[in-house]
């Protein structure tokens, strides 16, 4: 199963409007990052977030970390049209061994103009 | 710099066929991690390699193999196609492990199999 679960799934707001998505997941992490995906395309790398850290700003982006509660959220402020996409948060586990990243199943995010 | 290359971009096969996918990893960079994308199951790692040596493997059966050649450029391999393969395939790089760093993804490798 995913170790990262998005929520909601699905998001649709209006151009200029702020978006939040929410990342939970299973086990410890090393770090968590965050990607888009424009349809059907490659992935595109928004923001690294370490165990250690509880919050990171990247432009218009805000994440946040929440380490005892295994989640962490993104914030895209005053969105636009292009930031029409699907968003995946992505988990490093400190699983001896795993040393992979964990994609959950993402958001589809929709902005309306 | 030039960002990571995959071709074929569009792969059209039948059930029973065998098929190569290619990554290009931007200059510099050692680590190739590859993954497989469907509706159904999203985004699942199939493995990655970093220099010339894989270094961990996905759930999937040994249909799924790949190697990395000494220039990083690298390679995945699927034997005996079933229909459930039809995915698209990304692979992504970075300097070093795949989950220390950002990942540079390609465009993608979208494979149907019929």
């Known amino acids: 199963s995913q170790q990262g679960e998005e929520d909601p799934q699905a998001l649709s707001i209006q151009e200029g409007e702020n978006a939040t998505m929410n990342c939970s997941y299973k086990?410890?992490?090393?770090?968590l990052q965050w990607y888009r995906q424009n349809s059907g395309r490659g992935l595109v790398h928004l923001i690294l977030?370490?165990?250690?850290?509880r919050e990171k700003h990247s432009g218009r982006l805000r994440v946040t970390l929440d380490t005892s509660k295994k989640s962490s959220s993104l914030l895209i402020t005053a969105s636009r049209a292009a930031d029409t996409a699907s968003y995946f948060c992505a988990t490093d586990p400190t699983v001896q061994g795993a040393q992979k990243l964990v994609f959950g199943q993402g958001t589809r995010l929709t902005i309306n103009p | 710099k030039a960002g990571v290359t995959q071709t074929p971009r569009y792969l059209i096969k039948t059930r029973g066929q065998q098929v190569t996918l290619s990554c290009s990893p931007i200059?510099?960079?050692?680590?190739v991690s590859w993954y497989q994308q469907t509706p159904g199951q999203g985004l699942q790692f199939l493995f990655e390699y970093f220099s010339e040596t894989q270094r961990n493997k996905g759930n999937f059966p040994g249909r799924f193999s790949g190697r990395q050649f000494s220039n990083s450029r690298s390679e995945m391999n699927v034997s005996t196609l079933e229909l459930g393969d039809s995915a698209l395939y990304l692979c992504?790089?970075?300097?070093?492990?795949?989950?220390?760093?950002?990942?540079?993804f390609g465009p993608g490798t979208r494979l149907t199999v019929l």
């Open positions: 977030i370490r165990s250690n850290e």
């Open positions: 200059s510099g960079h050692r680590s």
């Open positions: 086990t410890s992490i090393n770090n």
């Open positions: 992504a790089s970075s300097f070093y492990r795949s989950s220390y760093n950002e990942q540079f």
